[in-house]
């Protein structure tokens, strides 16, 4: 009986292997300079080419959420000038509270008033991803709830004083010192860190 379990675990180990060498051997184009999204990805094994695209991010008037995550993504993904025979993967990420839309600060000051709104409330960071290779184009968005605690206005002061956030949309990173805000997260962390890895991997894996 033991012999026959460590047959089949053996057998299961086999089976996953190609998998693992062919997003190993599989080379992306990211359609964005976030040093986040590009070490998310290469943990995953995937050969990254940074080319970043300059798109104008300003929403539609009266643009949902959603809708605009899906077209900031899809509008990076398509103009990023990438080999037709590489996929092309490229992100929008926003924060989101009551009917409020955070993106990314433009001054500490903006920054803190964002932080004390996320203050002691659930937020929630959505992302569109959307993956393209000849023409061809997929495009998903992942929800994390995210729950602060109540941060004060000190906490707040020490963590703006050391740590870079006006590239992070509502003006924290949870893999920095923002960590110790969080109350509770329901949904993928690697979402709010800023690019869901599973879902962008089943997508690369689709469009092939």
């Known amino acids: ?26 080379e992306i184009i990211l359609a964005s300079r976030s ?17 970043p695209s300059h798109i104008d991010e300003t929403p539609f ?21 990438a080999p037709v025979d590489r996929p092309v993967i490229a992100a929008d990420t926003l924060v989101t509270i009551g009917n409020h839309v955070l993106g990314q600060p433009r001054d500490l000051k903006q ?11 659930e937020h929630q960071v959505i992302t569109g991803v959307c993956v393209y290779l000849n023409d061809r ?6 929800v994390t709830c995210v ?19 006006l590239d992070k949309a509502g003006a924290y990173a949870v893999q920095g010192g923002a960590a110790s805000f969080i109350e509770s997260i329901d949904g993928p962390l690697d979402n709010v860190i800023g690019l869901p890895v599973r ?5 690369l894996s689709e469009i092939r």
């Open 199 to 203: 879902v962008s991997l089943q997508m």
């Open 61 to 81: 008037p009266g643009e949902s959420v959603h809708a605009i995550v899906k077209r900031l993504s899809r509008e990076k993904a398509t103009a990023c000038n």
């Open 111 to 121: 920054a803190k008033t964002m932080l004390q709104q996320l203050s002691g409330a």
């Open 137 to 142: 184009l997929l495009q998903q968005h992942v």
């Open 1 to 26: 009986m033991n012999q026959s379990r460590a047959e089949h675990r053996m057998h299961a180990i086999r089976a996953v292997k190609p998998k693992q060498r062919y997003h190993t051997q599989m």
């Open 147 to 165: 729950r602060f605690r109540t941060v004060s206005s000190d906490e707040i002061d020490t963590y703006l004083a050391h740590n870079d956030v």
């Open 35 to 51: 040093p986040r999204r590009l070490t998310l990805l290469q943990s995953a094994g995937l050969a990254v080419e940074v080319r």
